[in-house]
């Protein structure tokens, strides 16, 4: 299968840049201390944020569905090594990946651009042990919608945001101001579809953060991102339930 990364995973991987430092105080503090944990990265892509988290003490596993922006992850790795493991795979699935194996999982600005959220989330819970944490960054689905953009009053020049189209759900050529080669589409979902499709797959939602940026304007009146923890079901797989 070719992923539609492999077309611009050079332009990617420049953009994104071959260093581990993620620019998002708030994802560092929703993750905390992951110092000699198991994690695997979901939708890897070149590997900032495996880099990223094998710098603070982790063990990483990095998964992508991009033959290419793998590629450039190993040549990241081989430059600096940090011991992350990089495996070829599709996130809806996440095969090879045994059951209960990892303390936590992260799918750093993703979930978005898979075409099977609810397949993608019951993997991450499937690999997830039994009290295993996660962590989720998408494009905040109330603010980046299909019909969406930017007023200036004409008064004192404050900015506001305008939304539309919040309940089309699905594909659509939308947010992100990327390089024209990088795709910039993704899927649009409500708010309340990724609540639903992560406590279906038997994951709670233990945080929700949202913060104000700097750039542009309108992001210091409304949120671009939202950022989720949670953890998986404490009952090891297979366990029954019921009163003892």
């Known amino acids: 299968m070719t992923a539609r990364y492999d077309h611009v995973a050079a332009e990617y991987d420049e953009w994104v840049g071959a260093g581990s430092a993620l620019d998002d105080p708030t994802f560092s503090e929703l993750i905390g201390d992951v110092t ?3 994690v695997c990265v979901v939708a890897c892509g ?3 944020e495996a880099r990223f988290l094998a710098t603070r003490g982790a063990a990483v ?3 992508d569905l991009s033959v290419k922006l793998l590629e450039k992850a190993g040549e990241h790795e081989r430059s600096t090594r940090l011991g992350i493991t990089y495996r070829h795979g599709d996130a809806h699935t996440l095969a090879g990946l045994a059951d209960d194996s990892f303390d936590g999982v992260v799918c750093y600005m993703a979930l978005m651009d898979i075409p ?3 397949g993608a989330v019951r993997s991450i819970a499937r690999v997830l042990r039994p009290g295993g944490w996660y962590a989720a960054t998408i494009t905040h689905p109330c603010f980046k919608t299909p019909a969406c953009g930017d007023l200036v009053d004409h008064v004192d020049q404050s900015v506001r945001r305008t939304v539309g189209q919040y309940f089309a759900e699905g594909y659509w050529d939308g947010p992100g101001a990327h390089r024209n080669a990088l795709p910039v589409g993704a899927y649009h979902r409500t708010l309340s579809t990724y609540v639903n499709t992560l406590t279906s797959a038997g994951l709670t939602i233990d945080q929700l953060r949202e913060s104000p940026q700097d750039n542009p304007p309108v ?10 923890r949670g953890s998986s079901r404490q009952e090891p797989r297979g366990a029954r339930g019921g009163d003892e």
């Open 46 to 48: 070149q590997g900032r």
């Open 219 to 228: 992001w210091r009146e409304v949120a671009q991102l939202l950022y989720i």
């Open 36 to 38: 000699g944990e198991q």
């Open 116 to 118: 099977n959220l609810d």
């Open 61 to 63: 596993t990095g998964v």
